[in-house]
């Protein structure tokens, strides 16, 4: 049985919970970031949508991504919706080969993050790739174990 403070500290902690506002630990830490970040994440993502083609808006709206052309190579790129490890290289049929990672320094919302990595794809690929960090990503190849187990 909870006293009057207890049961409003309670009321008080869930509310604080499930405020709309509510940011991931890390973040409030970093001094200023926490105010306002909703309406900075709103504008970052209406000027990203300003830099897309109709076809990249619709391709964002619809799957939470869009792809891009590499200037020097013409290899396709996915920009995921992200801030870190949210770049796919693609193969012919629209497959990961590899990610990759690179950002602009600073604590900027995700909008601003993507539009930074799309223009840096479409005017100098090869200067943002040698700056980034290249992961491997699922293949979809499917597991030899598995297949061994389930095949006798």
Request: charged share 25%; hydrophobic share 35%.
């Amino acid at each position: 049985m909870l006293s009057g403070c207890g049961r409003q500290a309670r009321v008080s902690r869930d509310s604080l919970r499930w405020r709309s506002n509510r940011i991931d630990r890390p973040s409030r830490f970093v001094s200023g970031f926490r105010y306002g970040y909703w309406e900075r994440e709103a504008r970052g993502l209406k000027l990203l949508k300003e830099w897309l083609s109709p076809e990249q808006v619709a391709q964002y709206d619809a799957k939470s991504y869009f792809e891009v052309t590499g200037c020097h190579s013409g290899k396709r790129y996915r920009i995921s919706h992200g801030t870190s490890m949210n770049i796919h290289e693609l193969d012919g049929a629209g497959r990961p080969l590899a990610g990759w990672c690179f950002a602009p320094q600073g604590h900027l919302v995700a909008g601003d993050v993507m539009l930074a990595q799309k223009i840096a794809l479409e005017s100098d690929e090869r200067g943002a790739l040698a700056v980034a960090n290249r992961f491997s990503v699922p293949t979809g190849r499917e597991n030899t174990l598995l297949n061994y187990r389930t095949s006798y």
